[in-house]
T-cell receptor
Framework: QKEVEQNSGPLSVPEGAIASLNCTYS??????FFWYRQYSGKSPELIMS????GDKEDGRFTAQLNKASQYVSLLIRDSQPSDSATYLC???????????FGTGTQLKVEL | DAGITQSPRYKITETGRQVTLMCHQT?????MFWYRQDLGHGLRLIYY???????DKGEVPDGYVVSRSKTENFPLTLESATRSQTSVYFC???????????FGPGTRLTVL
C-alpha cells in the first residue's frame, strides 16, 4: 500500500468553479502536510502547508486536515486556467526528515 | 540570486557509463535532497544530506552515490547507468528547523 495516495485524475473543472483535491496517508504519526503545484516540465513549488486539524486559508487556496481520518485536501476557489497543473500531496512523519509524496492529481481548468 | 541550480539540465548517456548530476545552492540551507520523478511513482527520495559530510539513504538509493564536501554542493553519481535510471532528477534544499523544501529546475536523464 502506497503511503500517500492521490487520485491521478485528470480532474476537470470549469473556470470559476471550486476544485477539490484529495489525499490520504497511512502513517498516523505524520505531523506535517504539504501541497505542491507542478506545471508540466517544471519543478514542484510549495503552495500550502498545514499542521493542525481544520482549515487553513491562503488567498484562493484552502487546505483541510483531518488526522483522525488520515485525510488532507486542497480546495481552489474561483479556479483559473493558470491553475491547470499537477498537484502533489506530501507528508512528513513526526521528527522525520523524509517527505513522502503522492503521485499527484492532474487538474485541468477549462474555459 | 539563482537559489538552486542543477547541471546539466539534459543528459543522454549509454548503459554502463558513469554520470554525475550536479546540484548547487547559493543559500546556506543545511539540508539537501535528491529525488527522481517517474510516471506512476511520483517523487521518490534517493539520498539526502543534513550537513556537509553527512548523508543518508532515501527510498531508492541503489545504483547511486552521493557526497557533500561543501555545504553548497550535493552531486549525485550514477556509477554504472542503467535504463531504469532514465528519469527526471530534482535536487531540493531545506532550512534546518523548517519544513519547506525548495526544488531546483531538474535534470532530465536518458539512459540508452
Amino acid at each position: 500500500q502506497k503511503e500517500v495516495e492521490q487520485n491521478s485524475g485528470p480532474l476537470s473543472v470549469p473556470e470559476g468553479a471550486i476544485a477539490s483535491l484529495n489525499c490520504t496517508y497511512s502513517d498516523r504519526g505524520s505531523q506535517s502536510f504539504f501541497w505542491y503545484r507542478q506545471y508540466s516540465g517544471k519543478s514542484p513549488e510549495l503552495i500550502m502547508s498545514i499542521y493542525s486539524n481544520g482549515d487553513k486559508e491562503d488567498g484562493r487556496f484552502t487546505a483541510q486536515l483531518n488526522k483522525a481520518s488520515q485525510y488532507v485536501s486542497l480546495l481552489i476557489r474561483d479556479s483559473q486556467p493558470s491553475d491547470s497543473a499537477t498537484y502533489l500531496c506530501a507528508v512528513l512523519p513526526g521528527g522525520g526528515n523524509k517527505l513522502t509524496f503522492g503521485t499527484g492529481t492532474q487538474l485541468k481548468v477549462e474555459l | 540570486d539563482a537559489g538552486i541550480t542543477q547541471s546539466p539540465r539534459y543528459k543522454i548517456t549509454e548503459t554502463g557509463r558513469q554520470v554525475t548530476l550536479m546540484c548547487h545552492q547559493t543559500w546556506s540551507h543545511s539540508y539537501m535532497f535528491w529525488y527522481r520523478q517517474d510516471l506512476g511513482h511520483g517523487l521518490r527520495l534517493i539520498y539526502y544530506s543534513a550537513a556537509a559530510d553527512i548523508t543518508d539513504k532515501g527510498e531508492v538509493p541503489d545504483g547511486y552515490v552521493v557526497s557533500r564536501s561543501k555545504t553548497e554542493n550535493f552531486p549525485l553519481t550514477l556509477e554504472s547507468a542503467t535504463r531504469s535510471q532514465t528519469s527526471v532528477y530534482f535536487c531540493a534544499t531545506r532550512v534546518q528547523g523548517t519544513d519547506t523544501q525548495y526544488f531546483g529546475p531538474g535534470t532530465r536523464l536518458t539512459v540508452l
